[in-house]
């Protein structure tokens, strides 16, 4: 049962690029109420589901499917936006097309500097997790980071939101300069 979980790893993975991509793109169009609105809907349905689930008694695989399903409906509505985001801006004259092409040739090193960044960050945020499971009982390492997830929720969506904030102003400071040094 444990091995058929792993096929959903590719799906979860593609979903979270479609998410993440999503996000990034809402945030060039400065659409941060929307990205606040769909952090928001995914930590809710997110929780929500969960508290479903353990008055239900569902196994360890209910926490699963409640993680996929809220974001299943968050990458949907995030979709929803960009769709009517780009209908809008093509009925107003504004729409752009990216050259997608140039983009991908000038960052193609990208994934190779920032795949080791992100495997040591991920191993860093993990590895906590195998050293309470080899001292601590299940009782206790389950007690833990129940509510250290249930502390995280409400600073990671604050956190989330004014770092997409942040970013695109980072972006648009550090392009204006690099206009005034040319």
Request: glycine share 2%; aromatic share 12%; net charge positive.
């Amino acid at each position: 049962q444990e091995v058929k979980i792993l096929y959903l790893v590719p799906f979860f993975v593609l979903l979270n690029g479609i998410h993440q991509t999503g996000i990034s793109l809402l945030n060039k169009f400065k659409q941060y109420r929307v990205i606040s609105k769909n952090l928001i809907l995914q930590s809710t349905s997110n929780s929500s589901l969960n508290i479903l689930i353990s008055a239900l008694h569902v196994s360890y695989l209910g926490l699963i499917f409640s993680i996929l399903i809220s974001r299943v409906i968050s990458t949907i509505a995030i979709i929803r936006k960009f769709v009517d985001s780009v209908k809008h801006l093509k009925k107003s004259n504004k729409f752009i097309r990216f050259p997608i092409k140039l983009v991908a040739k000038k960052n193609i090193d990208l994934p190779t500097y920032s795949s080791l960044e992100v495997l040591v960050g991920e191993l860093n945020n993990r590895i906590i997790y195998l050293y309470f499971t080899v001292f601590f009982s299940l009782q206790i390492t389950g007690a833990y980071f129940l509510v250290n997830r249930v502390l995280s929720v409400p600073i990671s969506v604050l956190a989330t939101s004014f770092s997409k904030v942040f970013f695109q102003n980072y972006v648009e400071t550090k392009n204006k300069k690099k206009k005034l040094v040319s």
